[in-house]
Structures are given as structure tokens and as C-alpha cells.
């Protein structure tokens, strides 16, 4: 098959716009599976993890293939909950296209604008489709309207919906100008009727004039009031979407089986195929300077991107990787660039959600999983060993939400390390640590529910009835000032001893991460002992100063130093880098930083008095409040989340059920000075307690 006959694509949305019955429906259609699977009786297909059947909710991005009119499709259908807001991220760096779906009711919701703002970090093009045309109070225009609000979308619609709610029953394609009319399962193509022929051809006009902005054929015929045929219409409108100039957008109830078909022709007609997107770009292992660029070709050196680890029962780890150039076949030996580390590649499988199928060779626009691989991890370069480079790797959000865990009887203690450590191999969203002081194991994540999901699969895969405790705010530290530390770590022993000496000065770094610049010149410290240096600061700051939480946006410049011939060594630069960098913090104000969390609550108009009041009580800030529809309001804004743990309780009591909320982490703010005294005296006293 021609690499211009793939499709990578993923199918992303707010929780609950249909995104799994969606892809259900594609796979029917293409003949992938035999039977429709629904998500409310837990038998979709992509929904195959038990937790996912149970909750019918989205938890893994699930990968699949299938064949649509000579084009191999491959499907990502990705989480629409926020807490695997990391599913989604990992699944848009590796994907051409997007379909972006939208409730007719609801329109942009949070979640649509996180992952419309994910997509447009990796520049993907896409296409929406406005689904639940059958509902009550379904809305195309205004899902459109809002689209071009709050999205920046710039939308042109392709159909036009006949008939809505309950009498929704086609719509018609103004490209094509016919209309589609949807029986059971059955799509019968027919002329436009009469009463939509004037608003088919006023949206056709509208939209030649749309693109005419983006081709300048089409803009010379608009201009000459001549008729633009179809397929050059249909060319431009694909350029306009793959430049990301325009989203296309149609419209559908996939539940009702109304309009999939029409959506898997726009996939192939407007969503780029892998030579589309063409050459990928990474970076020189010897020079991060000097670009490396791979072409989707079969004679270019092999690279690829690892995305997902997945732990199958069955055969063990599942290595998920987008292969950009080259091909790999078994037996091949390939290197980690991340890792600098060799791999040989077992068994190559494509995957069709839970079944797999056994494949030899892949090749560019592949999305397949390699079994039997040691140090690759999610965010690893695999590539040719005689033409190494670094790709681009994947944005982690940082973990808001962390709990205890211990595991039922001491015997089973490293049976839960084992278990962890294997589940945070698969998600790098999820983060476990433990506390020396108290001896306790730390389970950090995106949210309440992600953590929820990680407790269950201990007790499902793993057999482990882990004792949890209740789920806390995960803080961060850092500092406000600036302040330079000169310290001396001199231990005599007997025999050798340790000698170190390191000048150093820390700075804010707003929102910039850790950043480490060394000074020294004339060999003060010696040029082998500066990564030392390095990794013991950054080593305290993973383990926090003021209670023990990570240290972040900190600038460490290294002044000065001094080195012993005997007694230096890589110890003990790191641990005097260690104690030097302590002492600094300590003098340079440091500050806790909490999780701020963007909120947006639908609210009936009786109750926006109250819900504002008690956002207010939580510290919450309003920023807007916009009608949602007749009779409800959107109510935004931003509220620590140390103030929302039950909210979801306060809510439904507070407005009789009647109302709906949804929450991402927005960014880390400082902690006003009294609260940070109360946190950090509450959080001392916990020690004492648990150590007498």
C-alpha cells in the first residue's frame, strides 16, 4: 500500500461527546468488527480495559487499524476525562490528523479547548464533527459559533444537518451539493430537498467565498462569478485544512449510526496521509544545535518514536511506536538514542484493539507495538545505529494529587513496588516515591479518578488489595530571592577522605524549570567533577527542602571552587553540591506552590448565586460567565485544589443535582504566607506524630 493510502488518526473530545461510539461505529462500517459495541453495556471494543467497562469512560488510548475504500486507517481513540489528559498528549505527537467531535448540545466544553490547544502544540490538522444532532437542544450553528470563539477554529461547515433532535435524518454534503438520508443502518444518496435548496446553495456560496481566501484558483473563478467545479473545491478546501488555515467541519449521531460513513470519506478527502506531513525533524546526537531530517520513505535510515508501554498479560510488554522513515523488520537491531542503548526487536505486531496480528516488516506511517523491549521507555528515539538522532519527545504534565499506599501484609511489600514501578513504566503521568523519614510509599497523579484507576489495577492485574490513604495536594517548592553560598565538605576518616568546595549562586526562575550555567574557568573545580556538581542539586531538589515535595523554576549558576589531588572526588562534589545548594534555599525565601485548577461549572440560572458564593469560599477567582443555554450558565475561573476535594458532593447538594462541573490543572501559584505557615506546621507535626 502507498504510504499516501495511510491515515493516522485520533479521535479526541470532552468526556462523554461520543468519542469511543464514534470510533465503534468506524470500526463497523469498515468492516473491522462484526458487531456494533456500545460503551453503556461495556462491550466497545476500544473500551477493553475492565475498568473502562465499568465506568464507561476512556481511560488508555486504545490503537487500531482498518481499511476504508483502499486506505489503511489507523485509530487512536484517546481519553476525554482530564486525569489521562497524558493519553491524549502522547497520542497528538504521534498522529497526522485529528477529528475533533463536539456535543451538539453542550458545544466547546473544557476539555475541547485542552485538547484543541494540545493539537495545535504539535501543529495537527483536523476536522470537527458535531455529533448528537438527534438530542434535544442540539445546536449546529452555535457548536460552530463557538468553535470559531473560543477555539479560534476558523469552521466551515462541508454539510448542512436536514431535519434535528428527534427529527434528524441526513444532512447534505455542499461540495458535492447531495443530499444523504440515514435509515437504520442504511445511507441512501438523493437530491437536495426542495425546502433546503436555497440555504444548500446560499452555504455554497459562502463557503467558495470562504476558500477563495486560501486558493487563488478557486479566488480567480470567485472573482469572475464562475462556477467552481467540485473537485477542485474539494482540493482546496484539503490544502486550506492540512496549512491549518481552516477546520472543516460536519455534522452526525454516531449512536444512531447517522453520518460515520461521510466522516470516514472527509479522513481520507481532508486529513493528511504520512508524505502529506512529510519530512520529520530531530536533532543531532553530537550537535542539539544541528537539525537531522527523515523523510516518510523506505530508503531514508529507519527512525521512530516510542509513545505508549502497555504490560499485556499475555505477552508481555507492548512497546507502541509511530515509525517515521525506514523499515523495521524481527531480528533487526536498532539503538535507543535517548538511552544510547542497543535494542533488538522481537516481534512486531498491529494492533486491532485487544486482537493483534503478527506483521514482519513496517514501514513510514506505521503505528505498531514491538514486544520484548528492554530500555525503551514513552518519549525514546528508536533509529538506524549508523545514522542516530534525537526526535522531539513528549510534554509530561506535572502530577497535582498524591495518597498513600501500603500494601496489605509486609510480605507483599515488594510485590507492590514491582507493581508500581510497572504501572508508572506505562504512564508517565503517574509518579510513586518513598519517604524516608516516615517509610511510606507516595503515589502521585493527574486527579482523584487517575489515582482511583491505579488503586483498582493493582487489585484487578496485579492481585494487590493495596491499603490507601486520603488523597492530598501535591506542592511544589521554590524560591523568591537570590542568595550566594560558599561551602567547604571536608571529612577526614583515616585513609582517604573527602575533600570538595563549591561557590555557588540561586536565582528565581519564573516558570522556566531548573536551569544549572557553570562559571568556572582555569580549572577550580575540575571539568570531570561539574556533572557531580549537577546531579547532586538535582537530586536535593527532587527531594525538597522545606517538606520533602519536588523544587522547581530554580537557576543554579556555579561561581567558584576548589578540588583536593587526593581526596576530590565525583561523591564528594555531589555531596557537597547537595549540602551547599540546602544552605542557599534555605537563605533565599523559599515559597510552597500550590495546584491552581481551571473550573468550569453549568449551572441553572436559580442556582449561580450560590455556586459563585461557594467558589469564592474556596479561594476561587471568576473569570467569566456566559449563557450555556436557555435558563443555564457557564460560570470559569481558577481555584486552588487543596479547597476542591468534595466538591462534587457540595455541588450536587447545593444546586439539587442539578448542575455539572469539570477541572484541569491550570498552573502552580505561591501559597499566601499564612496558609504556608499552617501547611508546613500541620505537615511537622504529622512527622512528629508518626515518628514517636
Partial sequence: MSYQNFRNIGIAAHIDAGKTTTTERMLFYTGTTRKLGEVHDGQATMDFMKQEQERGITIASAAISCTWKNYQVNIIDTPGHVDFTVEVERSLRVLDGMVALFCAVAGVQPQSETVWNQADRYKVPRIAFVNKMDRIGADFYEAIAQMDKYLDANPVPLQLPIGVEEDFN??????????????????????????????AAKARALLVEKIADYDEEVMGLFLEEKEVSNELLKKAVREAALKLNITPVLCGSSYKNKGVQL???????????????????????DDPEKSQTRHPSAKDPFCALAFKLIHDPYVGQQTFIRIYSGELKSGM???????????RIGRILRIRAKEREEVEVAGPGDIVALIGMKNTKTGDTLCDENSPLYLESIFIPPSVIEMKVSPPTKKEDEKLGAALRKLAMEDPSFNVRHDEETNETIISGMGELHLEIIVDRLK?????????????????ETITGEYEENYKHVKQTGGKGQYAHTVIRIEPNDEKGFEFVNMIKGGAIPTEYIPSVEKGIINTMNEGILVGFPIVDVKVVLLDGSFHDVDSSEMAFRTCASICFKNAFLKSNPILLEPMMKIEVNTPDDYIGDVVGDLQKRRGKIESMRRYRKGSQKVDGFVPLMEMFGYATTLRSITSGRATYSMEFYKYLPINKELQAKILKDMEETKKNKAS
Fill in 333 to 343: 537491531q536498532v539503538l535507543n538514542s535517548t538511552k544510547n542503548k542497543p535494542e
Fill in 263 to 285: 466522516l470516514l470519506d472527509a479522513v481520507i478527502d481532508y486529513l493528511p496521509s504520512p508524505v502529506d506531513v512529510g519530512a520529520v525533524v530531530g536533532t543531532s546526537i
Fill in 170 to 199: 441526513g444532512m447534505i454534503d455542499i461540495v458535492s451539493m447531495k443530499a444523504y438520508i440515514f435509515e437504520e443502518m442504511q445511507m441512501t444518496e438523493s437530491p437536495i430537498p426542495d425546502d433546503y435548496k436555497e440555504k
Fill in 460 to 476: 484487578e492485574e496485579f492481585g494487590i488489595e493495596a491499603i490507601v490513604g486520603e488523597p492530598s495536594v501535591a506542592f511544589r
